[in-house]
């Protein structure tokens, strides 16, 4: 796992346990086992952070999953992807990590870009 991935590993862990308004880039310096410092080489803040986040692992696990699911059961697919019977663990902590996030776009007009454009490109799956 390269430094980036270490680092948005962390943030994963840090906004899942306590969510994103409480997640300070020192917490998730101190989860990833590395320095504040280092991180800054890497991301400008919280915000690039949670964007690579995003946009690096929960949009991408959940395109897999509905492309996944689209060519097994044509349209009815997409609905599997909220079914509790065979969400997997990555797509359900996918799922809470965005709505962990969501939670901040209505104080965070970055945030809110961030969750906007996720969106668009998890709708572009189910057209």
Known sequence: MNRADQILSAAETCVMQKGFHNTTVQEIAVMAGISTGLIYRYFKGKSDIIEALVNNKVVQRLQQKMKADSLLESDSARLTLFAGD??????????????????????????????????????????
């Open 86 to 127: 065979t969400v997997n663990a990555d797509t359900r902590d996918s799922i809470a990590l965005m709505l962990a996030i969501s939670a901040e776009a209505s104080r965070n007009a970055h945030v809110q870009h961030i969750i906007h454009r996720a969106h668009l490109t998890l709708q572009e799956v189910c057209l």
